[in-house]
């Protein structure tokens, strides 16, 4: 971590001021060390260059979902990193309507960030201060990754206990909170991360047109896949990799089902495509969320939002207090 994130940390559990014992420093980064809560006197490692305020007495299927997933993003890092341009293309995607512009000069939040593939592109849209973070250790790997980055800093920590004591102007959470054990609190917790005119865009697995999984392959995931040893898995998803890649190329002349989604997937090499599949058997939680649920979120906070769907399948939610601020506002729910 570089000294400047201090200016917007803060202890997750009484919101004291932290300071700085420095153990090991590389240039501007600090290696290792600790930051020290003066209020409540606890202690949080810097380990990896990484501040690390993740409690160690969590629940067991958090511990195997995210962990599952960081054995994900380091075992295809590199392939991640290698399609950039593909990146950048799915990115705007994810997010839209919003406009990555939006973020320029702005304090931004990734929750969630896996191995920071999206810090990487978002960074370009030049943010004032752009923070990564991920519950697992794959933060370690994201912290490598945006390492040369001077605007991005990396964070471990959880959703829940988020240890910010500035608003954030802009957050993008994609394909996370669905993988909280209640997805709802999660998205409150980061409204309350958010500043009075902020902008919160979260991406979910959509309930819609996804009951065949819900019914059939949740409990192949919950009891079997999620349970493999890596290796095994990473074959196993290799190989179902080969089928699919069949249906997306067979999606072009045919009415295949899901056929928005697999068109969709024709822009990804074959081993990009292999952790898609592989980040679908890992997590023991992955919860599937109607327009009903999402649109009940949006009238209990009194927001204003933007609510579309992606390739049939899953949801885009933009949020804000403040009408004007979202690129096509819609009268306030609720
Ligand atoms: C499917 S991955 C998506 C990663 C990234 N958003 C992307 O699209 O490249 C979900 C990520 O959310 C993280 N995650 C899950 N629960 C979390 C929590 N409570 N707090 C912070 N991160 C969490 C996992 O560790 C994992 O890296």
Same mark, same amino acid.
């Given at each position: ?131 990564? @973070? ?7 790997? $994201? +912290?490598?990754? !945006?390492?040369? &980055? #001077?605007?991005?800093?990396?964070? *471990? ?19 996370v909170i669905h993988?909280t054990?209640?997805p709802?609190?999660s998205f ?51 190989? @179902? ?7 997306? $190329? +067979?999606?072009? !002349?045919?009415? &295949? #089902?899901?056929?928005?989604?697999? *068109? ?71």
């Amino acid at each position: 971590m570089r000294e400047s994130l201090l200016d917007v940390l803060v202890c997750p559990d009484c919101q004291g001021e932290l300071t700085l014992l420095p153990t090991r420093r590389s240039g501007d980064h600090i290696e290792e060390g600790s930051l020290k809560c003066r209020q409540c006197r606890r202690r949080f490692r810097i380990e990896h260059s990484v501040p690390n305020f993740v409690s160690e007495e969590d629940r067991g299927d958090v511990i195997q979902t995210t962990s599952g997933f960081a054995r994900n993003w380091n075992e295809f890092n590199e392939i991640i990193l290698d399609n950039d341009g593909l990146n950048d293309e799915l990115f705007r995607d994810w997010i839209a309507p919003l406009d990555p512009e939006a973020m320029r000069g702005k304090l931004v939040l990734e929750p969630g960030c896996g191995m920071g593939r999206w810090l990487k592109v978002a960074a370009r849209y030049d943010p004032r201060m752009l923070i990564g @973070l991920d519950y697992s250790a794959v933060a370690y790997t $994201a +912290a490598r990754n !945006v390492r040369d &980055l #001077p605007n991005v800093h990396v964070v *471990r920590a959880d959703i829940l206990r988020l240890p910010l004591k500035q608003k954030v102007e802009v957050a993008f959470c994609l394909g996370v909170i669905h993988h909280t054990p209640q997805p709802e609190r999660s998205f409150k917790a980061l409204l309350e991360v958010l500043s009075s005119t902020g902008i919160l865009t979260v991406w979910v697995y959509g309930q819609e047109n996804n009951g065949w999984i819900h019914r059939l392959i949740t409990p192949i995931r919950v009891h079997i896949t999620s349970k493999l040893p890596h290796r095994v898995l990473m074959s196993l998803s290799m190989l @179902l990799t080969a089928p699919l890649c069949l249906a997306v $190329a +067979a999606s072009a !002349v045919l009415p &295949l #089902p899901y056929r928005r989604y697999l *068109r969709h997937l024709r822009r990804y090499p074959f081993r990009y495509m292999s952790h898609i599949v592989y980040d679908h058997l890992v997590p023991e939680i992955a919860h599937y969320l109607s327009r009903g649920e999402l649109e009940r979120w949006v009238a209990d906070a009194s927001l204003h939002a933007h609510l579309s769907e992606r390739n049939g399948n899953s949801w885009r939610l933009l949020v804000s207090r403040v009408a004007g601020t979202l690129p096509s506002a819609l009268p306030r729910t609720g």
